[in-house]
């Protein structure tokens, strides 16, 4: 069960507020691990999926009405909404799956305000003065308060939360030029790395949009409603239209998300925001999660990430025979529970729920989803293997470049991923 807090009393001041989570994207960038799933459904960290880790910001920051827009392929991910992220209705409190509705047309969602323009009776039929709009795709923590006050404090129309990031990801966010006051001077959506500027003082930086939006309800309506309006060529998207026509017309600030602290964390800890929304970003991740003092710590009990989990059994280790060198180990590793570690070795990994890993196997900076079971003697390196695959024994992934083109897709720094259910032949 999803283990939420016991008491629900979140400030009058924040009480209401209204999140509306952006999770109906495709992420083809993430195939073939969003061929049969949303990307915000995609497993993280073993034992969660990603649309976790902005619903535990949420409710952590005692934002209890939570609106989440699904569209593609939703299926696992409103069950795992519908199973595990049930808050108390008799205080009108909710985490609700809001799927495509076509209220305004035939059109599915379009873009991202699209999406909020088809689902406005979501925010006028609540009592609203702010809406957190929040993108279901990244791994962070953030005490979405903390931003929700700098936006009151500045008499905001729109606060957009920012990170800096290296200029080579440029092609892959929005990026922000701001004022000294923090008011936002530009936005551009995913410039060329030559076009996108650098923070000042910082060469080789820019400053990224986390996707992460906090709008006046009485603008958000109003700059959805033009956007619908507009001439045709307009592709309905926060980052592509909204942000940049908003930029010179109204009050719109950034918010520093380096000054965010949650309750529990280290103060010398630095901000942790990650767009996983590649292979090779989504391996490098959940390799953070790994090291013996983990950029992203999942152990702060103050600010716990809420699931969705089975009652499972705890994993097991088993075998202790040295003489043969059949010993059920794992060092640097994430493990889930219901896993047997059955005399096979896990170095630098992550496995999910319900994972076998039999004798004389060996499986290194890997990551291994729900009831994945590894063969004898088999081999696995620097993969990620999806959910309910059997690994034959004595079969290497990881090893031989050659071999694995020829069966998977293999992302630019080499990681290996096998689809789910795959059957080797």
């Given amino acids: 069960m999803c283990a939420m807090p016991i008491a629900f009393s979140p ?7 209204l999140a509306i989570v952006l999770a109906g994207g495709e992420g083809r960038r ?6 049969d799933r949303a990307k915000p459904a995609v ?9 976790d880790f902005v619903l535990s910001n949420m409710v952590n920051s005692g934002i209890l009405k939570i609106k989440v827009l699904t569209q593609y392929k939703s299926d696992s991910l409103n069950s795992h909404l519908a199973r595990g992220w049930r808050l108390p209705a008799m205080l009108d409190l909710y985490v609700e799956a809001v799927p495509a509705q076509q209220r305004r047309g035939t059109n599915w969602f379009r873009g991202s305000a699209d999406a909020i323009y088809q689902s406005l009776n979501v925010i006028t039929d609540e009592t609203a003065d702010i809406v957190c709009v929040f993108g279901g795709d990244h791994v962070y923590k953030m005490d979405v308060r903390q931003m929700i006050d700098f936006h009151l404090a500045n008499d905001a129309e729109l606060t957009v939360a920012a ?4 200029v080579e990801e440029s092609p892959q966010l929005g990026v922000i030029e701001v004022d000294r006051d923090g008011r936002m001077l530009s936005f551009v959506e995913k410039p060329k790395v030559e076009d996108a500027k650098q923070i000042p003082g910082k060469p080789g930086w820019i400053l990224a949009s986390m996707g992460n939006y906090t709008f006046n309800t009485d603008t958000l309506i109003e700059e959805l409603k033009k956007d619908a309006e507009s001439d045709t060529q307009s592709q309905h998207d926060f980052g592509r239209n909204i942000l940049p026509q908003m930029v010179g017309r109204k009050r719109i600030f950034v918010y520093d998300f380096a000054t965010n602290r949650v309750e529990g964390a280290h103060e010398e800890a630095p901000a942790y925001w990650r767009d996983v929304g590649t292979i090779d970003s989504y391996w490098a991740a959940n390799m953070d999660l790994v090291q013996v003092t983990p950029a992203f710590d999942l152990y702060n009990p103050r600010w716990p990430i809420l699931t969705f989990s089975r009652p499972l ?22 493990v889930s529970e219901g896993c047997i570690i059955s005399g096979g070795r896990i170095d630098r990994s992550v496995l999910g729920p319900q994972v076998r890993v039999n004798s004389f196997s ?7 989803m729900n009831g994945v079971d590894v063969g004898r003697h088999a081999r696995i390196r620097r993969a990620i293997v999806d959910k309910n695959v059997h690994i034959p024994p004595g079969t290497t992934i990881g090893l031989d470049p050659e071999e ?11 990681i290996v991923v096998v689809p789910k259910g795959y059957r080797f032949e």
């Fill in 163 to 166: 990170i800096p990031v290296p």
């Fill in 30 to 35: 993430l195939l073939p691990l969003t061929l």
């Fill in 362 to 368: 060996h499986v290194e900076e890997s990551i291994l």
């Fill in 43 to 51: 497993p993280f960290g073993g034992r969660y999926r990603i649309i």
């Fill in 404 to 414: 694995d083109r020829r069966r998977f897709t293999v992302s630019e720094s080499g």
């Fill in 11 to 17: 400030h009058r001041r924040y009480s209401t507020a």
């Fill in 313 to 334: 059994a705890p994993a097991k280790f088993v075998f202790a025979d040295e003489e043969n060198a059949r010993m059920g180990i794992a060092t640097d590793s994430l």
